[in-house]
Each structure stands twice: as C-alpha cells, then as structure tokens.
C-alpha cells in the first residue's frame, strides 16, 4: 500500500509539473518572422546638364549600394525590416528643379528621405523637406545656410567643407610662391555674414601663410571679367571656385583672354 500511495504521488506529481510547464508554454509568446516593409529613398542629383557626368555616375553606385544592401536581407530597425526603393530626381545642378524634383519626390513618390545631396540648392530644397518632415542628407559647405532651429530633418552626410579646406591649403603647398588664394562663387556661397570665414583666413595665413581674399557673382553669370578684374585688383594669384563645370570653364577661358 505504501508504494502504491508513493507511486500515486509521483504520478502526480509529473502530471502537475507537465500542467505547469503547458500554461507557461500557452502563454509565451509566439515568435513571429520579423515584419518586412518598404522604405522609400530619394536622391536628387545633376542627371542632365553640365554636371551630369558626375551624377550620373554617383547614381550608378547609389543603385548597386542599395541593391547590396537589400541582397543582405535590407535594414533593421527593431523589430521590422525594410527593403529599399531608391527614387532618383534630376536637378541639373540648379536650384530650381531640384525644388521641384523634391516635390515629386515627397508628395508623389512618398519617399522618407532624400540623400545623398551635393547640388548647389540647399536653400531651395532644405525648406521643403524640412516643412514635410523628411530627412534630408547632404553636403556642408558652399551655399549651405544652415540654422539646427529651422532646420531640424537636416543631416550633413560628409564634411564637404573640410575636404575643400584641405584641398586649398594642398593646391597652395604645391605652388609655394603664391600666397593669395581667391574664394568664389555664386552670391549664394556667400553665408549670412563673412563672420563664418574669419577664424578659418586667419588659421591659413597664421599657420601657412595664406592670405584669403573673397569674391561672389549672382548666379547665371557668364560674363565673369569684372569679377577676375576685382580679385587682380586683391592681389589674387589662385583662384578655388565652387561653380558649376560651366563657370569654371567660362571663367577660364576669360581669363586667359585678359592676358
């Protein structure tokens, strides 16, 4: 009988235990397959016009980045993955159209970011998508106006303002015996204030020995004489442009005509 009543208690015992173990495995909860969804990326850049040779060959290595990254099961973002659509916008390097490919893009394409961004329309496109709360990607530097208040979905994807500092403290280091260096551009690469620029001219002539002097023409120039002219009269001797391939070979071609 004690055997029996010691047997019965074990018995119990593992049907209770197996009990228990079947609620907890009840309840947990199920583990699902992670949650796939689609993130949709604009990049704008100059496919047409002067600078299309460049855009169109960042656009080749933006396509064959996001294929690699959708080939590699795409983004993660806690829980849920997405896989990335690119939506490519053509600016030709001017401001205006690359406000209005912003547009398509956000309103027609219903993209969640625009990347990638090197064109001379900041001022166009960052009120754009800032208003719609889309991030917007893109270069430092010339004829970027930039506030953090005004400008919240901002994100500067590469410091392009430090790689053209030290692409002009090079170019003067492999020219030794010239000590002036012109900055030009569009009015538009001028920042509210020259302020912007006084610790950076005073580093280079203090620690180089360059002296910075700084000329703008309104955008659409293409008679750049007097403004080669004025950088003369500043004792100019190189001259770092932040125009378009157009400017540039304009501006040459007008300076070799002034002898």
């Not at 199920?30 to 960042?58: D, F, H, N, T």
């Not at 208040?149 to 170019?171: C, D, K, W």
């Amino acid at each position: 009988m004690a055997v029996r009543k010691v047997n019965r208690v074990i018995v119990g015992l593992i049907l209770g235990l197996f009990s228990l173990v079947f609620f907890w495995a009840c309840a947990a909860p199920v583990q699902l397959p992670p949650e796939i969804k689609v993130l949709r990326i604009g990049i704008i850049g100059p496919l047409s016009g002067p600078a299309s040779m460049w855009g169109q060959a960042a656009a080749k290595v933006d396509k064959i980045f996001f294929d690699l990254v959708n080939e590699r099961g795409g983004v993660k973002i806690g829980d849920i993955t997405y896989k990335i659509e690119l939506y490519p916008g053509d600016d030709s390097f001017i401001p205006s159209i690359g406000a209005a490919a912003a547009r398509k893009l956000i309103y027609d394409d219903k993209v969640s970011a625009i990347v990638g961004y090197v064109s001379p329309g900041f001022n166009a496109v960052s009120p754009i998508t800032n208003a719609e709360k889309v991030i917007f990607i893109c270069r430092s530097g010339g004829g970027v106006i930039y506030n953090p208040r005004t400008h919240p979905y901002v994100v500067f994807g590469f410091p392009s303002m430090e790689n053209t500092l030290n692409q002009a403290i090079a170019i003067m280091q492999a020219y030794p015996q010239y000590k002036t260096l012109c900055w030009t551009g569009t009015e538009g690469d001028k920042r509210e204030g020259e302020l912007a620029f006084e610790e950076t001219d005073k580093m280079l002539e203090w620690e180089y020995g360059i002296k910075s002097v700084r000329v703008y023409y309104p955008e659409s120039t293409t008679n750049f004489t007097p403004y080669l002219s004025k950088m003369a009269e500043l004792g100019t001797e190189v001259i770092y442009s932040s125009g378009t391939p157009l400017e540039i070979a304009l501006m040459a071609k007008q300076r070799w005509g002034m002898g």
